[in-house]
């Protein structure tokens, strides 16, 4: 017999505790290494954080919803399955704390990211993954796959049962049409329902059903609000022809899918635009403190991810750095990462500039808010097919809406106008010829 001691992660230097979410086994459990044991989350970020061995469940020292220090154990995994012996999570203070004796595992971070890039926004767990890639199993594929788990994922039993009937020769699913992504921003199937005293006589059952917000969407709304009060906002809205990003796109998806094993979006063209007009106006990528401006001599641009848990903001650090196709990279791998919680708190600190693509919801125009300390965010809205006059011609062209927030502390209208306009321009004024 062997015992592993499973330790609460650091994953994030700042970060000394984090909450016990949800756990996805009981003791008495078995359990395979990298699936799913338990869901935490800190004041940062939330995250799915796998086994880090196989074996049995023998031991839960905390409940559900209880904060832990990091480093403390907080359950205990037999690797011998014959292990009958099992506790259920300790009420008493009388656990194990600080750092784990000799033997303990630390589990992973999850800084890793994972191999495959879902099409959507479909979350996979870690062991679904791992059969996938056992089998061969497309990522294309899996996409189409019917889940009968909650909100509609995929489990180990669909995954079996999917390959008990497939053809390995010709996969009965097609691989070369990604799926329809799913909805995400459901939040309503994610958030738990909670009895609630004082409000439940205000809010009586069935007529009304309480909710308790998720700490990723009760930190964003309290941030929201201090943008609000913090920053006068201003708004501009610009009127984009993206038919020549458009031509690109289309001409490189094939072999850009092909190449880098994900699809070219118009989001990358969006970010390599902001970097460089970013370039030609730092003071909108700067900050305010007290009556002083911070200039940064960098980009780490941000990226708005509508996750199932909430919205979240990983940013591509040193932005500025990276050419298209790294670009391009880095925006799948962090939205892949923060749609399965893979994501740690360093990937979502110390953003410059921040980009929210509201059109993927197929929305016009919106009215972001910035996202502190910067002092300004860039919205897109959906690219649309449109009659537009052009040299007293009407014309059909590909056009978007572009909505700028700024903080007019330091950014005023002709500044935020000006940033605006480049944007526009380098976009419009794209090579639709180039080879990326």
């Known amino acids: 017999m062997s015992k592993v001691e499973v330790v609460m992660p650091q994953l994030g230097e700042s970060l000394t505790e984090g909450t016990i979410v949800k756990w996805h086994k009981k003791p008495g459990d078995k359990i395979k290494k990298d699936e799913t044991l338990l869901e ?9 954080i796998p086994s880090p061995a196989s074996g049995v469940i023998t031991k839960i020292f905390f409940e559900e919803q209880k904060t832990v220090e990091v480093r403390t154990v907080i ?15 300790s009420k008493s203070p009388d656990v194990p704390k600080a750092a784990p004796l000799k033997g303990a595992i630390q589990i992973p971070s999850a800084q890793t990211p994972v191999s495959e890039k879902p099409i959507g926004g479909r979350f996979y767990s870690p062991l679904v993954l791992s059969i996938a890639r056992e089998e061969g199993i497309s990522m294309g594929e899996l996409e189409q796959l019917p889940g009968s788990g909650e909100g509609g994922r995929v489990t180990k039993k669909d995954m079996l049962a999917y390959v008990s009937t497939r053809q390995v020769s010709k996969p009965s699913l097609s691989t ?7 909805p995400v921003g ?13 409000l439940a006589q205000k809010y009586p059952s069935p007529q009304y059903e309480i909710l308790q917000m998720s700490n990723v969407i009760a930190k964003m709304a309290e941030h929201m609000v201090k943008s609000v009060n913090t920053s006068p906002h201003v708004w501009a809205v610009h009127e984009c022809d993206m038919t020549n990003v458009d031509k690109a796109r289309r001409k490189n998806a094939e072999s850009f899918e092909k190449r880098e094993g994900f699809k070219l979006t118009y989001t990358p063209f969006v970010c390599d635009a902001v970097i460089k007009a970013l370039k030609q106006f730092p003071l909108v990528n700067a900050s305010v403190d007290g009556d002083k401006i911070i200039l940064k001599k960098f980009v780490n641009l941000g990226i708005a ?17 990276k050419n298209f196709v790294g670009l391009a990279r880095s925006l799948n791998d962090l939205a892949t990462r923060a749609r399965i919680k893979r994501l740690v708190p360093s990937e979502i600190e110390g953003g410059t500039f921040t980009i929210t693509n509201f059109g993927v919801f197929n929305t016009l125009i919106g009215i972001p808010i910035i996202n502190q300390p910067q002092v300004a965010i860039l919205g897109t809205g ?15 062209r590909s056009i978007a809406h572009l909505t700028l927030a700024f903080d007019h502390r330091i950014v005023d209208g002709a500044l935020g106008g000006t940033f605006l306009e480049t944007v526009c321009k380098l976009l419009e004024n794209y090579d639709s010829e180039k080879v990326l």
Not at 40 to 48: G, L, M, Y
Not at 176 to 182: G, L, N
Not at 305 to 321: T, Y
């Open 40 to 48: 935490i989350s800190t004041d940062k970020v939330d995250s799915e």
């Open 305 to 321: 991810v509508a996750a199932e848990n909430g919205l979240i903001v990983p940013v591509i650090k040193n932005a500025d750095e």
């Open 176 to 182: 070369t049409q990604p799926a329809t992504p799913s």
């Open 186 to 198: 459901h939040l309503e199937t994610t958030l738990k329902h909670i009895e609630s005293g004082d």
């Open 75 to 89: 359950a205990e995994i037999e690797t011998d399955a014959s292990a009958v012996s099992v506790e259920s999570p």
């Open 382 to 396: 959906a690219v649309k097919k449109r009659p537009v006059v052009i040299n007293d011609a009407i014309a059909i």
